[in-house]
Every structure is written in structure tokens, then in C-alpha cells.
């Protein structure tokens, strides 16, 4: 992307605050908000910016890639690890189902399914399982996190909270070598322990590419989950971690 001399100059400011809004960065350059959204946006279009109402943060090195990107990439892992969640899950049943990919692939496995109460964070799952009227959808208040289709905060947490979930289904940043999990910021760590701690069965849906990133937030342990799935074996060193039956790992 080839910059303009104003996004340059906007590039350096939030390399220096880290996040501004829309009204404070048209002040600075006395121009209308209209010019200073437009230069945001394609910011945010280059991955340099990442959006939030009303302005913007720097994108970190290391930081999540686009929703839509991970949205295609090992579908086909996403999709089986979707299919054998469901399995786990009978009729009738209170799910609380986390953000992410791999969930919406559960969301989508278990869309025909049977008189489900599912309580998401994840607009995508929320729509796919609405779309069977059997199933009773519940999301949370407050603000979108855009360009991502998910709600997170202390309000979809409280949510979380307010229910004791025959099962809960969510995924991950990555995992590391010991089994530690991680994300990519703090909000997404506690909305997937809030989540976690809510549930009496928990299954952690993870392809092979969380096994590769390394995230810097920490949020848990791959041994506090009851089941987990993935599309290939464990790397060599966490699977010397892991023992026993807790957790169950599943290869599919």
C-alpha cells in the first residue's frame, strides 16, 4: 500500500498513542472527519489500523489475522473438527459456544439439530443456528468487535456467567509447547474462561495452525478442558505433556 503523506503522518501517531479516535485525529489535522474515516479505513483495509467504534487501533506485530482470512484457511480441518463436536452433543441441550472459525463450523454442524439453547458471543454462529426455529439463539449486549462478527467484554462475560451450560464449546489464539493456551489480548482470554467456567463439559475446538501461533496472553491450560479436537496429531514436546484421560484428545 502506497501512503499518503497524511496517512504516514497518521501511521506515526498511533505508533506513538497506540489507539486515537476519528475525532481527535481530525482535530489534529484540521480536516473533516469524513477525510480522516476515509484514510482509517484504508488503513484498516492494509492491516495496518484495526478498527473499534469511533477510531482505531495499531495493529501489533503478531496480532490476529482478518476474520475472513481465517475463515477459508484449512476449512476442510474446521469443518470435521465442526462435525465431530457436534457428535458430543445431544438434543435438547444448553450450549454456550465461543467466537472464532472452528466454532462457526460447530454452529454450522449443529444447525439441524433438535431443540438446542445455545448462548454465543459469535454473530456468525448466532446466525447460522437461528436459521432452525427450533433452537432457542441468546447473544449478549454491547458493542460489536468490528471487523470481527463477535461481541466481547464484561457483558457477554456476565452472560457466560449467568448460565451453568451442559457444554461449552470454544477455541483459541494458539497454544503453546507446555500446553499453556494464549490469544491475542486479554478480552478474548477472559470471554473464553468465563465461558469455560460456566460449562460442565468443555471441548476446546483447535485445527493444527493454533499449534503454530503464539499469541502473548495467557488463559488457561490445555489439561483444564475435558475434550479436545483437533484436525492432527499434537506436536511432539505438548504431546509428551499430555497423560491420562484429562483431556481427551481427539484427531479427526
Not at 490476529?64 to 482470512?69: A, H, I, M, S, T
Amino acid at each position: 500500500m502506497d501512503l499518503s503523506d497524511r496517512q504516514t503522518r497518521i501511521v506515526a501517531l498511533f505508533r506513538q498513542h497506540g489507539e486515537l479516535s476519528v475525532d481527535a485525529l481530525a482535530e489534529h489535522f484540521s480536516v473533516a472527519t469524513q477525510t480522516i474515516r476515509r484514510d482509517v479505513n484504508a488503513l484498516c483495509d492494509a492491516n495496518v489500523l484495526r478498527r473499534y467504534h469511533g477510531g482505531a487501533r495499531l495493529m501489533t506485530p503478531g496480532a490476529n489475522q482478518p476474520y475472513e482470512v481465517r475463515r477459508v484457511r484449512n476449512l476442510e480441518g474446521k469443518v470435521r473438527i465442526g462435525h465431530a463436536a457436534a457428535e458430543r452433543i445431544p438434543d435438547g441441550a444448553t450450549v454456550l459456544l465461543g467466537i472464532g472459525t472452528t466454532p462457526e463450523q460447530v454452529a454450522v454442524a449443529l444447525v439441524h439439530r433438535k431443540r438446542l439453547c445455545v448462548i454465543t458471543n459469535n454473530l456468525r454462529a448466532a446466525l447460522v443456528l437461528a436459521s432452525n426455529s427450533e433452537h432457542r439463539v441468546v447473544v449478549p449486549g454491547g458493542e460489536l468487535r468490528s471487523p470481527n462478527p463477535e461481541i466481547l467484554g464484561d457483558e457477554a462475560d456476565r452472560l457466560f456467567r449467568a448460565y451453568r451450560a451442559d457444554v461449552g464449546v470454544y477455541s483459541v489464539g494458539g497454544i503453546d509447547d507446555d500446553g499453556t493456551l494464549l490469544d491475542y489480548d486479554r478480552v478474548e482470554a477472559a470471554s473464553r474462561e468465563a465461558l469455560r467456567d460456566a460449562s460442565r463439559y468443555r471441548i476446546l475446538v483447535a485445527d493444527a495452525y493454533k499449534f503454530t501461533r503464539k499469541p502473548s496472553v495467557r488463559g488457561g491450560q490445555l489439561d483444564e478442558q475435558d475434550l479436545v479436537i483437533t484436525d492432527a496429531p499434537l506436536p511432539a514436546p505438548l504431546n509428551h505433556r499430555v497423560g491420562g484421560d484429562s483431556p481427551e484428545i481427539l484427531v479427526v
